[in-house]
């Protein structure tokens, strides 16, 4: 993907998520999301915060102390008390633009919205689509960054030892017995995510699930 099909599927994305979150009923916005301590109004309120500044960074780290993971929390959570039709507007209102968060790309901002757009839908049993291209591009950068601090998942999970293999694209990497699977779910295991793991089989699939669980 060349960076106008990036910013191209970010307002895609963008707009679906605004979509969705329209429809949600109050309850809704006060269940669980993918993320484990995170409502899916935190997450909603997390993607209002993708063009942030340096200056604008450090008057998060100023105001809430800890890692980065600990800011990030916070700060998500303090704009989730806005209002819902606000926080859906914010969204909306970064369509078009090609601002981003200091210290990342146009690449990672579009999984952040991948990702987290998930995080909101698969709980709530509501379909959000992942374009493939985008979500194997998204892909192919965080398995050449997993292990890293430039990966940025939720939580670890074993990818070590397995082949994985798209079935809605052309798309692989690892070596192993083969897990195959939509590219979304293994873009959300990627980040972290054992939600896809249902969706997942071949050979290592049972393995895998396996060693994910024993991990927990």
Do not use: Y
């Amino acid at each position: 993907m060349n960076v106008d099909d990036i910013w191209n599927t970010i307002d895609e994305q963008r707009a679906r998520t605004a979509d969705l979150l329209e429809q949600l009923t109050d309850d809704e916005w006060r269940r669980p999301s993918l993320c484990e301590g995170w409502t899916v109004r935190d997450v909603a309120a997390h993607l209002t915060l993708q063009q942030l500044t340096v200056v604008d960074f450090v008057r998060m780290v100023v105001r809430h102390r800890g890692g980065v993971n600990t800011i990030i929390r916070e700060s998500s959570r303090r704009r989730a008390q806005r209002p819902i039709q606000e926080l859906i507007a914010d969204l909306r209102g970064m369509i078009g633009s090609r601002r981003h968060n200091a210290g990342i790309t146009p690449l990672e901002a579009m999984i952040d919205l991948l990702v987290h757009g998930q995080d909101i839908a698969v709980p709530l049993q509501r379909d959000l689509p992942m374009p493939p291209d985008a979500a194997a591009a998204g892909a192919t950068r965080m398995w050449s960054t997993r292990g890293t601090g430039k990966a940025r998942v939720f939580a670890d999970v074993p990818l070590d030892g397995f082949r994985f293999t798209a079935t809605d694209t052309e798309w692989s990497s690892g070596s192993g017995p083969e897990v195959r699977g939509p590219i979304s779910a293994i873009l959300l295991l990627l980040a972290g995510r054992r939600a896809g793991l249902s969706r997942l089989e071949g050979d290592g699939a049972e393995e895998l699930r396996r060693q994910v669980t024993h991990t927990r």
